[in-house]
């Protein structure tokens, strides 16, 4: 899915730099609008849930918006329970989960695209290290090396690092299993092993970039979002000896960075009724010209437009 989704994208991206594509709709407020808006769901799309509900509360100050990001794994229970009308998630729905929602309702949970982003691999900022092959981080992180390389990796050294990190054990920062940047890294990244047990799991991805910034032999993963200057970015190549490349939005957008993935927003949406006012200006916005700056202020890559009309034609939300 994501690999078509790539190629869609990139007809339509400017890939020199990130930009909103000014083919976008701009946004156009509609009705007045009240009531309680609730986004549960995926910690790595927090910050973004959180400008676009500020934004909309600027257009609606009759909308109340709540936003609470623990893990992608907790939208789809919110969703069943009702207890929440966005279930915003940095993977998709397992098939047990939309069985569960099917179960519930009689019908799949509807999937919206809201952005594109970019897992990242972050080491401490004085660390020399350029790039690492997903065969190597799986050495690194996993204790079943599905990828192939030939030992654990469980020192500096090992990657080729000299003077203070000769010999030094390599600290392991990661999500907990409710997180999907969790699930995304262990499908890509391990191709689906078993994580050590060393791993410092964490509850947020900024945690895991604090982690990160205040240990010289850490290591961990996290959304391109929460980048600060206490961190690197490394590059990564598909095989040992293959291309270096770092997570920007040409090579998301061009397939060759191997851990982009979309953001997505699922809803509750019977197919026999009228959308919720409510839920469906607050994907109008977020799809929105002025929803896509929020995108790039939150450090991900907006949809070009060629994909938002797209989906708001298929969703009838246009």
């Given at each position: 899915m994501l690999a078509s989704l790539l190629v869609v994208l990139?007809?339509?991206?400017?890939?020199?730099?990130?930009?909103?594509?000014?083919?976008?709709?701009?946004?156009?407020?509609?009705?007045?609008?009240?009531?309680?808006?609730?986004?549960?769901?995926?910690?790595?799309?927090?910050?973004?849930?959180?400008?676009?509900?500020?934004?909309?509360?600027k257009l609606y100050p009759g909308v109340n918006i709540q936003v609470e990001g623990k893990g992608s794994s907790t939208?789809?229970?919110?969703?069943?329970?009702?207890?929440?009308?966005?279930?915003?998630?940095?993977?998709?729905?397992?098939?047990?989960?939309?069985?569960?929602?099917?179960?519930?309702?009689?019908?799949?949970?509807?999937?919206?695209i809201v952005a594109i982003d970019t897992l990242a691999v972050?080491?401490?900022?004085?660390?020399?290290?350029?790039?690492?092959?997903?065969?190597?981080?799986?050495a690194i992180f996993s204790s079943t090396r599905k990828l192939g390389w030939p030992e654990e990796?469980?020192?500096?050294?090992?990657?080729?690092?000299?003077?203070?990190?000769?010999?030094?054990?390599?600290?392991?920062?990661?999500?907990?299993?409710?997180?999907?940047?969790?699930?995304?890294?262990?499908?890509?990244?391990l191709n689906g092993g078993d994580f050590k047990n060393t791993v410092k799991e964490q509850p947020g991805s900024a945690s895991v970039v604090q982690g990160v910034s205040q240990d010289l032999f850490g290591i961990g993963y996290s959304g391109i979002g929460y980048k600060t200057s206490g961190v690197k970015v490394l590059a990564i190549a598909k095989k040992k000896g293959g291309k270096c490349y770092l997570p920007t939005v040409e090579n998301a957008l061009s397939g060759r960075y191997p851990l982009a993935r979309p953001l997505q927003?699922?809803?509750?949406?019977n197919p026999n009724r009228d959308w919720d006012p409510l839920i469906k200006e607050?994907?109008?916005?977020?799809?929105s010209y002025e929803g896509q700056e929020m995108v790039i202020k939150a450090g991900y890559f907006p949809l070009p437009a060629k994909e938002v009309k797209k989906q708001l034609e298929a969703l009838g939300l246009k």
């Open positions: 990139m007809a339509g991206a400017v890939l020199s730099q990130v930009k909103v594509d000014p083919n976008l709709p701009r946004y156009t407020k509609g009705p007045s609008l009240t009531g309680n808006l609730s986004a549960v769901g995926s910690d790595t799309m927090n910050n973004l849930m959180t400008y676009w509900g500020e934004g909309f509360q939208a789809p229970p919110a969703l069943i329970s009702g207890t929440a009308q966005l279930g915003p998630m940095s993977r998709k729905m397992k098939r047990e989960e939309v069985n569960a929602f099917e179960k519930r309702f009689g019908y799949p949970p509807t999937r919206v972050y080491v401490n900022k004085d660390n020399p290290l350029g790039c690492l092959s997903l065969s190597e981080l799986d990796i469980t020192t500096w050294d090992q990657l080729g690092l000299g003077g203070k990190f000769d010999g030094q054990r390599i600290s392991l920062y990661g999500r907990n299993s409710v997180s999907g940047t969790y699930g995304f890294f262990k499908e890509k990244a927003i699922y809803v509750n949406k607050f994907l109008r916005y977020a799809l």
